[in-house]
T-cell receptor, first 109, second 116 residues
Framework: RKEVEQDPGPFNVPEGATVAFNCTYSNSASQSFFWYRQDCRKEPKLLMS???SGNEDGRFTAQLNRASQYISLLIRDSKLSDSATYLC??????????FGKGTRLHILP | GAGVSQTPSNKVTEKGKYVELRCDPI?????LYWYRQSLGQGPEFLIY????????DSGLPNDRFFAVRPEGSVSTLKIQRTERGDSAVYLCASSLNGRGGPDTQYFGPGTRLTVL
């Protein structure tokens, strides 16, 4: 089993809709979690950290469920510019950083 | 200020050749990471430097791969006897303090390595 797993998609979503995707992690000792965004042929950029209590940044909401070992990302009122690959990241107690393969999102006009 | 820079942006080489990839981190960042990303995959950790020393090199796939950071700033990833399977985008990232805290990594644009 991969340490960090994501549905590769693509998710094709009409503009203005809400979309959510999950990421599961296998290492229960993982301590920190992040969502990165990566545009085609560009480097990953931090979208948001994921806190135990859940956190929101504008149209984006991240949740962590330690019992079920998954994190989620919710995007509301999606924009064409949200089209990208979203990478889930887990950092373990040993500080090792593991990226998922990413979920591709296409926002359709 | 300037972000992380990597050179070259593209490198095409022949199987068996030696290549060096360079990373200039953000000034003042003590931590530097190298990743490798193949098509359709997420970045795969290779090595992490804290200052001049390699704090974790467990991600290096074999002894053909080596990295240095002699003065605690610029780092070079060296690949000997390149193989076609080494073709990927090599990403460098830096962060202010490194591990042990909620530290944001800033990525460079990557070097696209193609081994023919």
């Amino acid at each position: 089993r991969k340490e960090v797993e994501q549905d590769p998609g693509p998710f094709n979503v009409p503009e203005g809709a809400t979309v959510a995707f999950n990421c599961t992690y296998s290492n229960s000792a993982s301590q920190s979690f992040f969502w990165y965004r990566q545009d085609c042929r560009k480097e990953p950029k931090l979208l948001m950290s994921v806190y135990s209590s859940g956190n929101e940044d504008g149209r984006f909401t991240a949740q962590l469920n330690r019992a079920s070992q998954y994190i989620s990302l919710l995007i509301r009122d999606s924009k064409l510019s949200d089209s990208a690959t979203y990478l889930c990241v887990a950092r373990g107690r040993d500080d090792k950083i593991i990226f998922g393969k990413g979920t591709r999102l296409h926002i359709l006009p | 200020g300037a972000g992380v820079s990597q050179t070259p942006s593209n490198k095409v080489t022949e199987k068996g050749k030696y290549v060096e990839l360079r990373c200039d981190p953000i000034s003042g960042h003590t931590a530097l990471y190298w990743y490798r990303q193949s098509l359709g995959q997420g970045p795969e950790f290779l090595i992490y430097f804290q200052g001049t020393g390699a704090a974790d090199d467990s991600g290096l796939p074999n002894d053909r791969f080596f990295a240095v950071r002699p003065e605690g700033s610029v780092s070079t990833l060296k690949i000997q006897r390149t193989e076609r399977g080494d073709s990927a985008v090599y990403l460098c990232a830096s962060s202010l303090n490194g591990r042990g805290g909620p530290d944001t990594q800033y990525f460079g644009p990557g070097t696209r390595l193609t081994v023919l």
